[in-house]
């Protein structure tokens, strides 16, 4: 069971003629408002996909750390993707307890940063299939979400998918998480954060772990069979100037067991500035993300705190 509402948003995907879709807006809305997650169903993601991008990554995560190392993120240059250690990774200064692997869209080497290819091991060569098989997939899906958040806004429901959203920004993480040390509570997964971009789909299996910070105080947000969990971040945030809310959320492995996640981050477009909508004058505003400039520079502004070193010799 879950506090977080279940959003079956089938409609948005499937309807045509838009009836159904008003209702999905509504309930996106009232979430987006609330907390800034829910959990959304009838998203067509075959299982399938979901099983072998499972299996992919375990098999990876199975391999001795020096093989693994063979695709360290320094490796990838300016491209910022491929494999970090236990620890490699900081949140608000302090490391993470997990490893990870990092993916984006796959594309030429070039120069703009956190853009080019993708970096696949060699010992696990089905994990590259599975990948920018789901790329793909969930860079569809999260299209059909953005027209519903777009409608509950009272906006064209393609108001992103011409705009912002037209050229997106796709990254994508599979992290591994060892059980957390049951006598330090202060070690974290992941520390307490807000997403960078518009919106972020997370698959993770079934040993849990994800703590969402809401008005009522912290609440888990379990896994429940054939959903992903759905926030929006920083971007929407500044959008709407706080009517929806990108909120804070983190992750402590508490099951005993190795825990696999799955985040997917869709955001604007590289050089797209990022305004607040007209509408949204007179709502919550209390600067967390308030800048100028494109969001690849806020991104990078971000980024850069999370893997300093990287950061350092790469940029």
Excluded at 73 to 86: E, Q
Aim: glycine share 12%.
């Amino acid at each position: 069971m879950s506090e977080l509402p279940v959003i079956d948003v089938a409609p948005l995907l499937t309807d045509t003629t838009g009836s159904g879709k008003r209702a999905v807006a509504d309930a996106i809305g009232a979430a987006c408002r609330d907390s800034g997650f829910f959990y959304i169903s009838g998203h067509g993601v075959p299982p399938e996909l979901i099983a072998r991008l499972d299996a992919a990554g375990r098999r990876f995560f199975a391999l001795p750390e020096a093989v693994k190392d063979e695709i360290s993120m320094d490796k990838g240059g300016r491209a910022w993707r491929g494999f970090f250690p236990v620890g490699g990774e900081l949140t608000s200064g302090r490391p993470d307890l997990k490893e990870g692997l990092y993916f984006g869209a796959e594309e030429p080497p070039g120069p703009l940063p956190l853009h080019g290819p993708n970096l696949f091991p060699a010992q696990v060569p089905e994990l590259r299939g599975a990948v920018l098989e789901y790329l793909d997939t969930m860079t569809g899906l999260a299209q059909g979400v953005m027209s519903g958040i777009a409608l509950s806004l009272g906006l064209d429901e393609n108001y992103f998918r011409t705009g912002y959203t037209a050229d997106p920004t796709i990254l994508f993480r599979i992290f591994h998480y060892p059980p957390a040390p049951p006598d330090d509570p202060a070690t974290w997964g992941v520390g307490e954060h807000t997403d960078y971009g518009l919106l972020t789909l997370l698959l993770q299996d079934a040993n849990g772990g994800l703590q969402v910070r809401t008005a009522r105080g912290w609440i888990v947000a379990p896994p429940l069979p054939d959903t992903f969990v759905c926030n929006i971040g920083d971007m929407l945030d500044k959008l709407t100037t706080g009517h929806y809310r990108s909120t804070p959320h983190r992750v402590r492995n508490r099951s005993g067991n190795e825990r696999l996640s799955f985040p997917f981050f869709f955001d604007p477009g590289w050089d797209d500035e990022v305004p607040p909508l007209p509408y949204a004058a007179g709502h919550r505003w209390d600067g967390q993300v308030d800048f100028t400039g494109t969001y690849g520079a806020y991104l990078l502004s971000k980024v850069s705190k999370v893997f300093p070193r990287l950061f350092e010799s790469t940029l």
